[in-house]
């Protein structure tokens, strides 16, 4: 192609990667790069309200990952064993990532070997001095579970670490557990899409690497890294932000009546009690019709909305009916409307969840949605809800006004020999 021998190539792209590493890669990637106080104004506003601090002394705000980059098999039996996860049953490495609110790569860590867990590299990192002189006291990171054992070191150096609750094994969270996870996955979804970027615009970086080019692999993966700080624009805060906070506020402390009502009267197990109905039977019209922008604000963002048109599109799939099930002893909740739906688990097909939604007819748009509850791991959140409890909401408020309903990947379904099908 470069009408040159493998070798003359080679020694052009060193000194093309050398340069840019040398040049480039200082200027938009590492602590010397920027100040803590440009990360401080990199908050999102909603990160800001949520983890921020008070306005006199606002904190900076990181949010960290790993991220993989799958390898090639080697003789060499030490490497192998170190690379070698029990998680993906590949041989990988994992890069890790600091990057702030608007997903702005502060620094690129790595690479680890694939038995190291996040926990172990985040309380390597705490043993950086670099970090704790580009950091102040109260500084925030936002975390996921994989963490949770290095909170200690974390917190040791005076910073918060905030990651979400975890459960008891058969336990559902409690409403303020719930929530919590909320706002953390609300502020930590950035990490998820700039390791995305690696993956889906470098295209060396979703493919198995060849062991081969290994030693250039973490300096060409910081090469990367400066070239998204440099060409890509940072997100920006949600045209809904201000309204999302208001949310917030009204409901991070609300206790969910409605989940309490249910258990009480352990209304799962009651069938004689419920009606069922076809979605669009005329008993369900004081359902209120929403906008999609109000469901934005229930759902709290776009990512439970997308797992809502899934999870339609698989109750409707057996005859082209949503059944729902009316509660018809109105008079037990205050001549409400109590509506449950049976939402097919997308993971297990044994299990189903239990949604509740109580609606108040005297109320208009989304505040008659007056309670819901969902029998899954975070349904007794009052923070925006989980994705079984948006898919009722999405079909009934919205999804049976529309001329069409597209099902999603639909060309999927004729991929596969459906042995029940045939016959």
Known sequence: MFNMSRRTLER??????????????????????????DVVARNLTIPSHIFGGNQNE?????????????????????????????HKFRNLVKPFLIVCTDGYIVDVLGPYPAITTDAEIMSHMMLDPAWHWFLNANDIFILDRGFRDSIPAIEEHGYDAHMPPTRARGEQLSTVDANKSRLITMCRWVVETINGRFKKDFKIFRHVYFNVALTNMMTDFKITAALINATYRPYRDNAHAAQFINIINENINRENELADYVIRNNLNRQRVAFMPLDANNPELRDFPQLTYDELLLFTLGIYHLKLAKSYCHEHMRPNGVYIMELYHRRELVENKILIRGRIQSRHIRAKRYYTYLLINPALQGRQSLEGYYCS???????????AHIASVVYF???????????????????TILDLDAAE
């Open 12 to 37: 052009k792209l060193k000194i093309a990667r050398d340069c840019l590493s040398e040049e480039f890669v200082p200027r938009h990637l590492g602590l010397d790069h920027m100040t803590r106080e």
């Open 376 to 386: 899954c791991i975070h349904g007794r959140r009052t923070v925006g809800s989980c």
């Open 396 to 414: 009934l408020s919205w999804a049976v006004y529309q001329d069409e309903f597209h099902t999603p990947a639909a060309f999927l379904d004729e």
């Open 58 to 86: 606002p904190a900076a705000i990181l949010v960290c990952d790993g991220t993989y980059i799958y390898e090639q098999k080697s003789s060499n039996f030490l490497f192998q064993r170190k690379t070698y996860s029990l």
